[in-house]
């Protein structure tokens, strides 16, 4: 299997354009993750899911937005960009099962520059 | 909420030497420290974890050691090559209901010199 797949690897957006980052995994994990990493800062999460349908606030959710309404697939949408967005986004998944849902596996990023 | 503190920032050691990367955390809920190795252009990669029932574990070259009194763990690597040069994030996760968050600590880029 992939894994964890994420599209596009990499996006210049101009100011107050909109767009949609894609995250799918083909583990039948149920919960996933979207994170932001800046130079030097870690990883901050923005958003995560428990299961299709159910989706809650991390860290720095402001100026981001997300849907589940498969298992597979979590996509992260900026509605009006701004170049305090610029970042390498990464999803993750676990499987949520008892015991073994912190173990998070990660894509392989998708870099967004903001101009 | 929990605080994942993590020293050093970078950190230089000629092949075959060993490293160290320490962590502390804040959170004395927290049960689960992962550590994850993040190669350049690529998404981090678990290498190893421990839960707090036990105080160290090891997988080949790596070892991790978890002191839940003091609230710090360390990574341990061994017998350095070239390959190991990357960014390494620790992590922690407290139990309960958020059991599945991870806090993440800044990262250590390591470099192994030939």
């Known amino acids: 299997n992939a894994g964890v797949t994420q599209t596009p690897k990499f996006r210049i957006l101009k100011i107050g354009q909109s767009m949609t980052l894609q995250c799918t995994q083909d583990?039948?994990?149920?919960?996933m993750y979207w994170y932001r990493q800046d130079p030097g800062m870690g990883l901050k999460l923005i958003y995560y899911?428990?299961?299709?349908?159910?989706?809650d606030k991390g860290e720095v959710p402001n100026g981001y937005n997300v849907s589940r309404s498969t298992t597979e697939d979590f996509p992260l949408r900026l509605e009006l960009a701004a170049p305090s967005q610029t970042s390498v986004y990464f999803c993750?998944?676990?499987?949520?099962?008892?015991?073994?849902?912190?173990?998070?596996?990660f894509g392989p990023g998708t870099r967004l520059l903001v101009l | 909420g929990e605080n994942v503190e993590q020293h050093p920032s970078t950190l230089s050691v000629q092949e075959g030497d060993s490293a160290v990367i320490k962590c502390t955390y804040s959170?004395?809920?927290?049960?689960?420290f992962p550590w994850y190795k993040q190669e350049l252009g690529k998404g981090p990669q678990l290498i190893i974890d421990?839960?707090?029932?036990?105080g160290e574990k090891k997988d080949q070259r790596i070892a991790v050691t978890l002191n839940k009194t003091a609230k710090h763990f360390s990574l341990h690597i061994t017998e350095t090559q070239p390959e190991d040069s990357a960014v390494y994030f620790c992590?922690?996760?407290?139990?309960?209901?958020?059991?599945?968050?991870?806090?993440f600590g800044k990262g250590t880029l390591l470099t192994v010199n030939p």
């Open positions: 421990i839960r707090s029932n036990v």
């Open positions: 899911s428990v299961g299709a349908g159910i989706t």
């Open positions: 583990m039948n994990h149920n919960y």
């Open positions: 993750a998944s676990s499987t949520g099962l008892a015991g073994f849902q912190e173990t998070q596996y």
């Open positions: 959170d004395s809920a927290s049960n689960y």
């Open positions: 992590a922690a996760s407290p139990s309960g209901g958020s059991n599945y968050k991870l806090t």
